[in-house]
């Protein structure tokens, strides 16, 4: 069993310290959401990438104050890039890194106040991809320390006394406010898929192991993914193909014809009435004669809610403690200490279950082009609340492929995502019906 003790990291990753900010009180203009016409597979086929990269370059001069999204970035030098002219399906595209992802260019800090910044000799595996396929780096994008859930300096384009989610807040909040084609972030609990949900973009987790991790801090070795911001699914889907594919592909929205999704116990918390939103949905689709069927969550409610933190609190433990790193807060020795005492035998326990959830999960899934749920709990909090992970650790565990797509707006129009699953593999299919989601269903920006 793990320790039985209270847990200030129960919506994020790992522990670290806060970053005191006040958050600037105007707005900016986020630019994402629900219009192809916006995302850079439209650029790319009408052969305007340079005017993308000239408008995202003028909406960061605009707004980087108040948005905060990175920790370094350097426009002269993207600038400089961008006119030697490089060859490659993401040619001209700029994007970010977020601050666990080591790159050549700019130092790395994990969002640490401790150790000095890092100067890695080569790219993390995803960064060197992108730059070789002709994608341009602007900078690197701030995340929680040690992708913690307590905030960084980052507001949310939206309303900036709101969070932009959390672990990688820089890298959704620079896609949102239009500063870049892309941004990697990663994810081990939510932190691909509750802040592309709060800040009305496209977040994508791959099936583990599909992106490699080289160049990543770790925290986990059996949760950790890379994960991908942009506006909209085929956009993700165009630089991840680009970077493991034989080739960049343009994906084409595929009209699902049967949809399951869940109803989530009362004990799982649902604000902005995501329920009704959903019952909603699902009434639409059946009127446009998609088999939308309902089914009660078939996992036990404590693992939904805690499987994840269960594997994770053991791997991260050995990966964060059992090493002479510097920039590992005492809060965190303070907070995994006890659990290196946890038995392997729990652990072990713990991993067979995930295998057997998963089984039961990819058969449920299999009739269905997709199962839905919502991509959080609710619209983005204050800035000081990084937000609650629940809705997506379950699925991180059992390393499956999820979409957010910002379906709709909250009561005071913030935006609300959809959470899109398949089983283990299913990454295609699942880019084809989220696409067709973003065309069709995506509230206006």
């Excluded at 670290?16 to 600037?24: H, K, L, R, Y």
């Amino acid at each position: 069993m793990l320790p039985d003790k209270s847990d200030p990291w129960a919506n994020g990753q790992s522990p670290g310290a806060q970053v005191e900010s006040s958050a600037p009180p105007r707005k900016t203009s986020p630019r994402g959401c629900g219009d192809s016409k916006a995302d850079f597979c439209a650029a790319i086929e009408k052969g305007r990438q340079d005017e993308l990269a000239l408008a995202q370059l003028a909406a960061l001069a605009e707004s980087e104050a108040v948005v905060r999204a990175f920790t370094c970035c350097d426009p002269a030098s993207a600038r400089a890039a961008r006119d030697r002219g490089d060859d490659g399906p993401l040619a001209h595209l700029l994007f970010g890194a977020k601050d666990i992802i080591t790159t050549a260019q700019f130092p790395t800090r994990y969002a640490s106040e401790r150790g000095e910044a890092e100067r890695s000799r080569s790219d993390a595996w995803c960064v060197a991809a992108a730059r070789r396929q002709g994608a341009v780096l602007l900078g690197k994008t701030v995340c929680t320390e040690f992708a913690n859930p307590r905030p960084g300096p980052t507001t949310n384009p939206w309303d900036p006394t709101r969070t932009p989610g959390g672990s990688s807040s820089g890298s959704a909040a620079a896609v949102a406010a239009g500063f870049l084609s892309f941004a990697f972030g990663t994810q081990t609990a939510g932190s691909t898929i509750r802040p592309a949900s709060y800040c009305g973009v496209t977040g994508f987790k791959p099936s583990f192991g599909l992106v490699p991790l080289e160049g990543v801090k770790a925290l986990s070795t059996t949760l950790d993914h890379i994960g991908l911001f942009a506006r909209s699914p085929r956009d993700v889907w165009y630089v991840l193909t680009a970077l493991v594919g034989t080739k960049a592909e343009i994906v084409e929205a595929r009209r699902p014809a049967r949809i399951l999704a869940f109803e989530l116990p009362a004990e799982i918390p649902q604000g902005d009435v995501y329920r009704a939103r959903t019952d909603e949905l699902m009434n639409a689709l059946r009127r446009e004669g998609v088999v939308a069927e309902c089914r009660a969550l078939p996992f036990p409610t404590s693992d939904f809610a805690g499987l994840q933190k269960e594997l994770c609190y053991f791997e991260a433990a050995r990966l964060l403690l059992r090493t002479d790193d510097p920039h590992v807060s005492e809060e965190a020795k303070t907070f995994f200490g006890p659990y290196l005492d946890v038995d392997i035998a729990s652990y072990a326990a713990a991993v067979r279950r995930r295998l057997a959830y998963r089984g039961e999960f990819e058969a449920l899934a299999a009739p269905y082009d997709a199962v839905l749920m919502p991509a959080a709990t609710g619209a983005a909090p204050a800035w000081h609340d990084t937000g609650d992970a629940v809705m997506n650790r379950f699925w991180t565990a059992l390393q499956a492929p999820a979409f957010s797509v910002p379906l709709w707006r909250s009561a005071d129009a913030m935006p609300l995502g959809l959470q899109m699953l398949a089983g283990l593999g299913r990454d295609r299919e699942l880019a084809s019906i989220a696409q067709w989601f973003h065309e069709n269903w995506c509230s206006a920006a």
